[in-house]
């Protein structure tokens, strides 16, 4: 099921790349209009990163799931044997890999334009890497519950950004104690915790979704 | 047989000795309940008369947590074992607890300005209060947005079902958050206890909340139970 | 070996009974909208059947198992949206551990073989739906689920059909049909 998931996102890279020009054009705006202040600038820069970063993950994904399911992929997943919850954790995997990594290399690459140190760079890598299975998890589920509606993206952010809330807490606290120069390790498994927490709340609620989805 | 206390004809029976009852009993603990409130109940020693809307913001609050809490157990209903009639209850009780929740960020905005000079602040339960009323409106757009609202009905009890999960972290998270900006945050009641002469007020005025609940629960479940009827029988003819 | 009973889906069908044994096709005979595909759906379980209903061997299903012994090809073909040919072939080998070996002779008796290196949106309709019906031959189930299975298929299309459903008889296998269109000597309900 894992090689499965893992050949049909790399089928979908010819959509990754509007995924990812997005992502930096948002970025490269958000500095623009922020100004040339630095310390402002490295005081927002991690929030609008995770913003962005959240609400790119939130767009591309309905879209990629709803195409695989006017497909009639869905179909078959559910007449697979493994379980939906093998699938649904593959689906994370595979999108960590093909949008969750190059978002959080993107963002790396991306940060002297919030004139970010080095140290603040890493941990904002650090955080955003942990923070992306659940936010892939979260996008997965929000999208089996809109797949049937016209909303897409923008019903799915509606619904599920609340649910987000205690990642960018956590990951935002920590980028906060970097910057002070204390010690960010509470709030790093603070994050750790709530991540996985929402992976796996996310992936129950969707084994249950995913057959709902499949209704029509 | 296991809910055939749940059955629309029990629910009309019993609503129909009810309804009167509550609408009474409402307007009689909302008429004691202000009387007390703003004229017989002390001014509070700090915050003068100000305080006074406490007693429509306090049991704003609760009525909003109170419907969240009922709103789930009715989507757990609805998406364990699928009970139609669950279906309509749940979505009678959503807008009214996303009533509640307007009005009690509203009061609470209002009771902020005199007493903390602005009318609002990123307090934990400031934030939480906020987040419940973005899931109710979720909620509602989730079943909104669906043709069929059999479907909507399903998907949105799922994301109430989350939501009441994910409630608790995120007071936690937030109040995690604030210990970095603001180490005090304002309580509202200091001492453990009230003196006598609030509660009386805030206990009838909270009565009021409940019994006007029951009384708008039961307009929205009759209606749209009648509704549903009504497609039945377009249906059949 | 496969049982129906009391099968309901309201508004479309109520207490639906019938069963196929072996070596039967079974025709699900209506109009449009009538309910086909929906019927189709809850025994293949992509609907949640009610408890109950369906019976496989003579026993009451556990959903998982008996999905195994079913091949189902709806309206919608199960073709990834940004796949080559190619690609579509190593997506089933993951997904249902089949050889390539097999699906590419498969590929070969449906005449879609020479088409590798196209994407299969951008194939024809029939050859769409030939691709897709290419899995008759390689996934070996016992039980064949097919919704309108004609549809865009050309009279040479049709001919490998009727040919593969035919072998099917012969090796014990059950097909249940879904059509609009009457077929006089295939036993057939109507919804």
């Given at each position: 099921?894992?090689?499965?998931?893992?050949?049909?996102?790399?089928?979908?890279?010819?959509?990754?790349?509007?995924?990812?020009?997005?992502?930096?054009?948002?970025?490269?705006?958000?500095?623009?209009?922020?100004?040339?202040?630095?310390?402002?600038?490295?005081?927002?820069?991690?929030?609008?990163?995770?913003?962005?970063?959240?609400?790119?993950?939130?767009?591309?994904?309905?879209?990629?799931?709803?195409?695989?399911?006017?497909?009639?992929?869905?179909?078959?997943?559910?007449?697979?044997?493994?379980?939906?919850?093998?699938?649904?954790?593959?689906?994370?995997?595979?999108?960590?890999?093909?949008?969750?990594?190059?978002?959080?290399?993107?963002?790396?690459l991306?940060?002297?334009?919030?004139?970010?140190?080095?140290?603040?760079?890493?941990?904002?890598?650090?955080?955003?890497?942990?923070?992306?299975?659940?936010?892939?998890?979260?996008?997965?589920?929000?999208?089996?519950?809109?797949?049937?509606?016209?909303?897409?993206?923008?019903?799915?952010?509606?619904?599920?950004?609340?649910?987000?809330?205690?990642?960018?807490?956590?990951?935002?606290?920590?980028?906060?104690?970097?910057?002070?120069?204390?010690?960010?390790?509470?709030?790093?498994?603070?994050?750790?915790?709530?991540?996985?927490?929402?992976?796996?709340?996310?992936?129950?609620?969707?084994?249950?979704?995913?057959?709902?989805?499949?209704?029509? | 047989?296991?809910?055939?206390?749940?059955?629309?004809?029990?629910?009309?029976?019993?609503?129909?000795?009810?309804?009167?009852?509550?609408?009474?009993?409402?307007?009689?603990?909302?008429?004691?309940?202000?009387?007390?409130?703003?004229?017989?109940?002390?001014?509070?020693?700090?915050?003068?008369?100000?305080?006074?809307?406490?007693?429509?913001?306090v049991?704003?609050?609760?009525?909003?947590?109170?419907?969240?809490?009922?709103?789930?157990?009715?989507?757990?209903?609805?998406?364990?074992?699928?009970?139609?009639?669950?279906?309509?209850?749940?979505?009678?009780?959503?807008?009214?607890?996303?009533?509640?929740?307007?009005l009690?960020?509203?009061?609470?905005?209002?009771?902020?300005?005199?007493?903390?000079?602005?009318?609002?602040?990123?307090?934990?339960?400031?934030?939480?209060?906020?987040?419940?009323?973005?899931?109710?409106?979720?909620?509602?757009?989730?079943?909104?947005?669906?043709?069929?609202?059999?479907?909507?009905?399903?998907?949105?009890?799922l994301?109430?079902?989350?939501?009441?999960?994910?409630?608790?972290?995120?007071?936690?998270?937030v109040?995690?958050?604030?210990?970095?900006?603001?180490?005090?945050?304002?309580?509202?009641?200091?001492?453990p206890?009230?003196?006598?002469?609030?509660l009386?007020?805030?206990?009838?005025?909270?009565?009021?909340?409940?019994?006007?609940?029951?009384?708008?629960?039961?307009?929205?479940?009759?209606?749209?139970?009648?509704?549903?009827?009504?497609?039945?029988?377009?249906?059949?003819? | 070996?496969?049982?129906?009973?009391?099968?309901?889906?309201?508004?479309?069908f109520?207490?639906l009974?019938?069963?196929?044994?072996?070596?039967?096709?079974?025709?699900i005979h209506?109009?449009?909208?009538?309910?086909?595909?929906?019927?189709?759906?809850?025994?293949?379980?992509?609907?949640?059947?009610?408890?109950?209903?369906?019976?496989?061997?003579?026993?009451?299903?556990?959903?998982?198992?008996?999905?195994?012994?079913?091949?189902?090809?709806?309206?919608?073909?199960?073709?990834?949206?940004?796949?080559?040919?190619?690609?579509?072939?190593?997506?089933?080998?993951?997904?249902?551990?089949?050889?390539?070996k097999?699906?590419?002779?498969?590929?070969?008796?449906?005449?879609?073989?020479?088409?590798?290196?196209?994407?299969?949106?951008?194939?024809?309709?029939?050859?769409?739906?030939?691709?897709?019906?290419?899995?008759?031959?390689?996934?070996?189930?016992?039980?064949?689920?097919?919704?309108?299975?004609?549809?865009?298929?050309?009279?040479?299309?049709?001919?490998?059909?009727?040919?593969?459903?035919?072998?099917?008889?012969?090796?014990?296998?059950?097909?249940l049909?879904?059509?609009?269109?009457?077929?006089?000597?295939?036993?057939?309900?109507?919804?």
């Amino acid at each position: 099921m894992i090689s499965r998931e893992l050949y049909n996102a790399y089928l979908h890279k010819g959509n990754l790349s509007s995924t990812f020009t997005f992502f930096a054009l948002a970025l490269f705006c958000a500095s623009l209009t922020l100004g040339p202040n630095e310390i402002f600038l490295r005081q927002s820069a991690p929030g609008l990163i995770w913003i962005l970063a959240i609400l790119t993950i939130f767009f591309s994904t309905p879209l990629l799931l709803k195409r695989e399911a006017q497909c009639g992929l869905l179909d078959e997943i559910l007449l697979h044997p493994s379980l939906t919850s093998t699938y649904l954790l593959s689906k994370v995997m595979a999108e960590y890999l093909f949008i969750g990594l190059p978002l959080a290399v993107m963002s790396f690459l991306l940060s002297p334009l919030f004139a970010l140190s080095s140290g603040e760079t890493l941990s904002l890598l650090l955080t955003l890497l942990i923070g992306f299975p659940a936010l892939s998890a979260l996008g997965i589920l929000g999208s089996l519950l809109t797949l049937n509606t016209q909303g897409g993206g923008l019903l799915l952010s509606l619904i599920i950004l609340p649910l987000t809330l205690p990642l960018l807490i956590f990951g935002l606290s920590v980028m906060e104690m970097t910057q002070l120069g204390l010690d960010s390790f509470p709030s790093f498994c603070l994050l750790m915790g709530s991540s996985l927490f929402l992976l796996i709340l996310s992936v129950t609620a969707g084994s249950w979704a995913l057959p709902f989805a499949a209704e029509r | 047989m296991k809910f055939t206390l749940a059955k629309p004809r029990y629910f009309l029976k019993v609503t129909n000795f009810l309804f009167p009852i509550a609408l009474v009993l409402g307007a009689l603990c909302f008429a004691a309940g202000l009387y007390s409130a703003l004229i017989t109940s002390p001014p509070d020693y700090q915050q003068g008369d100000a305080m006074r809307i406490m007693y429509i913001h306090v049991p704003a609050s609760w009525m909003a947590l109170f419907c969240y809490g009922i709103l789930a157990v009715f989507s757990l209903f609805v998406v364990v074992w699928r009970h139609p009639f669950a279906e309509i209850l749940a979505i009678s009780v959503a807008p009214i607890g996303a009533l509640f929740t307007v009005l009690s960020l509203v009061t609470g905005s209002l009771w902020g300005k005199p007493m903390w000079g602005t009318y609002w602040v990123w307090d934990a339960r400031l934030t939480s209060v906020l987040v419940l009323l973005f899931l109710y409106g979720g909620y509602w757009a989730l079943y909104k947005a669906y043709a069929h609202s059999a479907q909507g009905i399903r998907a949105a009890s799922l994301l109430a079902i989350i939501g009441v999960i994910n409630l608790p972290i995120i007071k936690g998270s937030v109040d995690w958050w604030n210990t970095l900006h603001q180490p005090a945050s304002l309580t509202k009641f200091g001492s453990p206890s009230i003196h006598p002469s609030m509660l009386l007020p805030l206990g009838l005025m909270t009565a009021a909340y409940g019994f006007y609940f029951l009384v708008l629960f039961i307009i929205r479940a009759r209606t749209e139970l009648n509704k549903r009827k009504l497609l039945v029988q377009e249906g059949l003819s | 070996m496969l049982d129906v009973r009391n099968i309901s889906f309201l508004p479309l069908f109520s207490n639906l009974s019938f069963s196929l044994a072996q070596r039967e096709i079974l025709l699900i005979h209506g109009t449009n909208g009538a309910g086909k595909s929906t019927l189709l759906r809850m025994i293949a379980g992509l609907i949640q059947p009610p408890p109950g209903t369906i019976f496989w061997k003579g026993k009451r299903i556990q959903l998982s198992t008996y999905q195994q012994n079913l091949l189902y090809s709806g309206h919608s073909l199960g073709l990834h949206p940004e796949a080559l040919l190619k690609d579509q072939v190593n997506l089933w080998h993951y997904h249902y551990r089949v050889e390539k070996k097999a699906i590419e002779e498969a590929l070969h008796i449906w005449g879609v073989a020479p088409l590798v290196n196209q994407k299969t949106q951008h194939l024809s309709q029939g050859q769409q739906k030939r691709l897709s019906l290419s899995r008759l031959h390689w996934l070996a189930r016992p039980l064949w689920i097919l919704d309108e299975p004609h549809t865009n298929l050309d009279s040479e299309g049709r001919k490998i059909f009727e040919d593969s459903l035919a072998h099917h008889i012969e090796n014990e296998g059950l097909i249940l049909l879904a059509s609009h269109e009457k077929r006089p000597e295939i036993r057939e309900i109507c919804l």
